[in-house]
């Protein structure tokens, strides 16, 4: 069954760098776009990168843009988050997942979801 399991989160200081890790099983990896998505607490999850399986090509939300990098491994069936400047407001639990396109928008494609990463920024 599709997987997911995330890591490389923890405890930073504001301005601090992170680099998230996911392993997806379960499912043709290379064949599908992956995301990362982010819930902080009461509020609701949201998108914050994708990267396409054809050209590796990126998306991200502008409240990430410049800070966030997406990148794949597609022998390794992982995908990466690279994050820099940290700030407080990113604190969250970080989740991966595939994901579909639809025209403009990107459709997560599995109701699974794994346990994700805790990033907890300090000020």
């Known amino acids: 069954q599709v997987q997911f399991v995330e890591s490389g989160g923890g405890l930073v200081q504001f301005g601090g760098s992170l680099r998230l890790s996911c392993a997806a099983s379960?499912?043709?990896?290379?064949?599908?776009?992956m995301s990362w998505h982010r819930q902080a607490p009461g509020k609701e999850r949201e998108l914050v990168a994708v990267?396409?399986?054809?050209?590796?090509?990126?998306n991200y939300a502008d409240s990430v843009k410049g800070r966030f990098t997406i990148s794949r491994d597609n022998a390794k069936n992982t995908v990466y988050l690279q994050i820099i400047s940290l700030q407080p407001e990113d604190t969250a639990v970080y989740y991966c997942?595939?994901?579909?396109?639809?025209?403009?928008?990107?459709?997560?494609?599995?109701?699974?979801w794994g346990p994700g990463t805790q990033v907890t920024v300090s000020s």
């Open positions: 379960g499912f043709s990896f290379s064949a599908y776009a």
């Open positions: 997942n595939a994901e579909i396109p639809y025209g403009e928008k990107w459709y997560t494609a599995w109701d699974y």
């Open positions: 990267i396409t399986s054809t050209d590796g090509s990126t």
